[in-house]
């Protein structure tokens, strides 16, 4: 009978140990080993705390998200959807010549933004049936590839913009890419 006692203690023991480290490793699990700061899994948790609306647009993530609201900052800082389309230098240049009318991309702004919104679209281009129909769309207008990606990161912008200026409103609803 002692003898089972024992060994009952020991397993106990060992499990507590396992379990303190689990949770070390949990906790080591969401920092980055080289910089120590919160990395992809910290933000999977932390994200929908803040704006849960965020993630459930289609092809926003939890690193893509957090972006968007540290560029974002906070509302009122930016004056119109066409001022955050330029932080994140998704608006359009007139790059044209002679009787050719174009507009090239932005290559200024806020380049981590617009990293962020990239991924989205290309996301958005490989699994969203609207934005395939969009962009569809907009090469049957004679669009090449790269305007109708440009053409696409400004309207996930001015989508973004739209949200992000109320989502401290109760209600807001999420609406799909154009």
């Not at 910089?35 to 929908?48: D, Q, S, V």
């Not at 174009?102 to 806020?110: A, E, I, K, M, V």
Request: a positive charge.
């Amino acid at each position: 009978m002692l003898l089972f006692l024992l060994v009952v203690l020991r397993i106990a023991g060992l499990v507590r140990q396992v379990e303190e480290q689990a949770a070390q490793l949990a906790a080591l699990a969401r920092r980055d080993g080289l910089t120590g700061m919160p990395n992809r899994r910290a933000w999977e948790g932390e994200l929908p705390s803040h704006a849960p609306w965020l993630v459930e647009l289609p092809g926003v993530g939890p690193i893509t998200g957090a972006q968007i609201l540290v560029s974002w900052s906070y509302a009122g800082r930016l004056r119109s959807a066409a001022a955050f389309a330029a932080l994140a230098g998704t608006n359009p240049i007139p790059a044209s010549s002679g009787q050719v009318t174009r507009h090239r991309l932005n290559r200024s702004g806020d380049r981590q933004l617009n990293a962020a919104l990239h991924t989205i679209a290309l996301t958005r281009l490989r699994y969203d049936p609207q934005t395939r129909a969009y962009a569809a769309r907009r090469t049957t207008q004679g669009k090449t590839r790269r305007d109708v990606k440009r053409c696409l990161k400004r309207s996930i912008a001015r989508q973004l913009f739209k949200l992000l200026e109320r989502y401290d409103q109760p209600g807001v609803e999420i609406l799909r890419a154009a």
